[in-house]
């Protein structure tokens, strides 16, 4: 197990160093608070550093349209697919009603081909839509157990409210939980973020 940086600005001097790998890391938060903006640029900068990231995304959006939401930031560099730095791993709806057994088998099909350093899930809990409560546990129970023998970094994005975050069986599982909230100030809205968790790290408590 090493630290890593997060490739994230400001977000290693709060981890005192970075993420540790392998781990399991949540990044959580409302719709529209920059989990996914959060999670490409870690990708991104680190597949600058020469490491293999795999993106996972459960919502089925073609290539293009990541390409043209995420053009406008200044770490992403499309040039880092081609090159096989970043790779695009979408999860089709067939596989995700077939169940949580082929959800893992492809997902790990495809992390044996990559061998990826870092992933990111984006967003884990739509895997689990529709799913009781002891159904969620079922499966996060036999997600989580797979994710351990990946070796990997592995971040994970979830909509939740700080609230729902806390009683969360994601929330106990996970080594690591970072919560993301978008709040008014006068006519403005800031952004903070707030390290939660970090198994096996000192970090700076409290919104950034």
């Given at each position: 197990m090493?630290?890593?940086?997060?490739?994230?600005?400001?977000?290693?001097?709060?981890?005192?160093?970075?993420?540790?790998?392998?781990?399991?890391?949540?990044?959580?938060?409302?719709a529209?608070?920059?989990?996914?903006?959060?999670?490409?640029?870690?990708?991104?900068?680190?597949?600058?550093?020469e490491?293999?990231?795999?993106?996972?995304?459960?919502?089925?959006?073609?290539?293009?349209?990541?390409?043209?939401?995420?053009?406008?930031?200044?770490?992403?560099?499309?040039?880092?697919?081609?090159?096989?730095?970043?790779?695009?791993?979408?999860?089709?709806?067939?596989?995700?009603?077939?169940?949580?057994?082929?959800?893992?088998?492809?997902?790990?099909?495809?992390?044996?081909?990559?061998?990826?350093?870092?992933?990111?899930?984006?967003?884990?809990?739509?895997?689990?839509?529709?799913?009781?409560?002891?159904?969620?546990?079922?499966?996060?129970y036999?997600?989580?157990?797979?994710?351990?023998?990946?070796?990997?970094?592995?971040?994970?994005?979830?909509?939740?409210?700080?609230?729902?975050?806390?009683?969360?069986?994601?929330?106990?599982?996970?080594?690591?939980?970072?919560?993301?909230?978008?709040?008014?100030?006068?006519?403005?809205?800031?952004?903070?973020?707030?390290?939660?968790?970090?198994?096996?790290?000192?970090?700076?408590?409290?919104?950034?």
């Amino acid at each position: 197990m090493k630290q890593v940086l997060s490739g994230i600005n400001g977000l290693d001097k709060v981890l005192e160093g970075g993420f540790l790998r392998p781990s399991i890391v949540l990044i959580a938060g409302t719709a529209g608070t920059g989990k996914t903006t959060m999670v490409m640029q870690s990708l991104f900068n680190s597949a600058r550093n020469e490491e293999i990231c795999m993106y996972i995304t459960a919502l089925s959006e073609p290539i293009a349209m990541i390409n043209n939401f995420m053009s406008k930031f200044s770490f992403y560099n499309i040039s880092l697919l081609g090159k096989g730095n970043v790779k695009y791993v979408p999860i089709g709806i067939d596989v995700i009603h077939k169940g949580s057994e082929a959800i893992i088998k492809e997902i790990e099909r495809n992390i044996e081909t990559i061998k990826p350093d870092r992933i990111v899930i984006d967003p884990v809990n739509v895997f689990t839509y529709g799913f009781d409560d002891e159904a969620q546990r079922r499966f996060y129970y036999d997600f989580f157990t797979s994710m351990k023998g990946w070796n990997s970094l592995v971040m994970l994005t979830g909509e939740f409210t700080e609230n729902a975050l806390i009683n969360s069986t994601l929330g106990y599982m996970v080594d690591g939980m970072i919560y993301i909230s978008n709040e008014p100030f006068y006519e403005n809205n800031i952004r903070y973020l707030n390290v939660l968790k970090m198994r096996g790290l000192e970090f700076q408590g409290g919104k950034h």
